[in-house]
């Protein structure tokens, strides 16, 4: 059975750093793209970010440019988003999520069909 387990959410001031964890149960990993989204409660789930199957390819949320980075390591099965400067704005679950396995030459980032998704981590950010 296939598995995205997030960890690494918390309660931070305003300014701080977290980094989220995504580890994922799946056999050709290297494979998926992956991506980051984000939820407040009542609201739609927006994206935050996403890495192509290499890693070669990123993308963020306007929101986030310059403040967070997604990155991924392989030989773990694990997807990550380090998170600085945070804002109280940025308070949400945060869902990772997999879509695959990619052919070679979808090697880029674009608004994927997610199949897969981790029950989502919560961070809060104090003013």
């Known amino acids: 059975q296939v598995q995205l387990v997030e960890s690494g959410g918390g309660l931070v001031q305003a300014g701080g750093s977290l980094r989220l964890s995504c580890e994922a149960s799946?056999?050709?990993?290297?494979?998926?793209?992956l991506g980051w989204f984000r939820q407040i409660p009542g609201k739609e789930r927006e994206f935050v970010a996403a890495?192509?199957?290499?890693?070669?390819?990123?993308d963020y949320a306007d929101s986030v440019k310059g403040r967070f980075t997604i990155s991924r390591d392989n030989s773990k099965n694990t997807v990550y988003l380090q998170m600085n400067s945070l804002k109280p704005e940025d308070t949400a679950v945060y869902f990772c999520?997999?879509?695959?396995?990619?052919?070679?030459?979808?090697?880029?980032?674009?608004?994927?069909?997610?199949?897969?998704w981790g029950q989502g981590t919560q961070v809060t950010v104090s003013s």
């Open positions: 999520a997999a879509d695959g396995p990619k052919e070679y030459y979808e090697d880029y980032t674009t608004n994927w069909e997610y199949k897969l």
């Open positions: 799946i056999g050709s990993f290297g494979t998926y793209a």
């Open positions: 890495i192509s199957w290499s890693g070669r390819s990123t």
